[in-house]
Nanobody, 121 residues
Framework: QVQLVESGGGLVQAGGSLRLSCVAS????????MAWFRQAPGKEREFVAVISRFISITSYEDSVKGRFTISRDNAKNTVYLQMNSLKLEDTAVYYC??????????????WGQGTQVTVSS
């Protein structure tokens, strides 16, 4: 069992930056791939980024490539999402997830409660 707690969300102007953090408790953090998803009002939850276990291979949704960076610190049981050049359309609740590598929600049995990111003009 893994418990996930996100933090770092907030209100930021377009073009600004935020860094989200997700701290995991429970066993074997390093054995899980870690991902970020987001859900905007009225929309489905969508994949944002994933980082593999052990050797930290990363993959991104096309609209965030070059702007967002996912990283992990296994010693701190923490995964990060650095978000730069934020756009209005990045506004959403951001969720951290733990599971096997993939882009589907079904690949991740463990989820955090979410943190709100709001980008203003």
């Amino acid at each position: 069992q893994v418990q996930l707690v996100e933090s770092g969300g907030g209100l930021v102007q377009a073009g600004g930056s935020l860094r989200l953090s997700c701290v995991a408790s429970g066993r074997s953090f390093s054995s899980y791939a870690m991902a970020w998803f987001r859900q905007a009002p009225g929309k489905e939850r969508e994949f944002v980024a994933v980082i593999s276990r052990f050797i930290s291979i990363t993959s991104y949704e096309d609209s965030v490539k070059g702007r967002f960076t996912i990283s992990r610190d296994n010693a701190k049981n923490t995964v990060y999402l650095q978000m730069n050049s934020l756009k209005l359309e990045d506004t959403a609740v951001y969720y951290c997830a733990a599971g096997s590598t993939g882009r589907s929600r079904q690949d991740y049995p463990y989820w955090g409660q979410g943190t709100q990111v709001t980008v203003s003009s």
